[in-house]
């Protein structure tokens, strides 16, 4: 069966870290593109960064650019994001999905996802 699922996600005064990950079950994420979205309260979903099958392609939105990485693990079977120097307006639940393609998708392409996990919240509080 498969599964997608996040994790990482917690509580962090501003300027901390944290490293999500997304991995998956019963589905090999190696071959695919991966997308990172965020969902603050009362917001609408936003692409926050993606990655192509190879790793070698990212994209980012400018409000995490320079302070948020993509990276994949094909051996681990898991995507992950790396967040550093976090904001109060980090603060939301982050969702990863899957896109059956290879290529870097268009950053927040939500219609062109496939998989989604059930997403870990990230709260930037003093």
């Known amino acids: 069966q498969l599964q997608i699922v996040e994790s990482g996600g917690g509580l962090v005064q501003p300027g901390g870290s944290l490293r999500l990950s997304c991995a998956a079950s019963?589905?090999?994420?190696?071959?695919?593109?991966i997308g990172w979205f965020r969902q603050a309260p009362g917001k609408e979903r936003e692409g926050v960064s993606c990655?192509?099958?190879?790793?070698?392609?990212?994209n980012y939105a400018d409000s995490v650019k320079g302070r948020f990485t993509i990276s994949r693990d094909n051996a681990k079977n898991t995507v992950y994001l790396q967040m550093n120097s976090l904001k109060p307006e980090d603060t939301a639940v982050y969702y990863c999905a899957v896109y059956l393609s290879s290529w870097l998708p268009s950053l927040g392409d939500y219609y062109g996802t496939d998989y989604w996990g059930t997403g870990t919240l990230v709260t930037v509080s003093s």
């Open positions: 019963g589905f090999t994420l190696a071959g695919y593109a």
């Open positions: 990655i192509d099958s190879s790793g070698s392609n990212t």
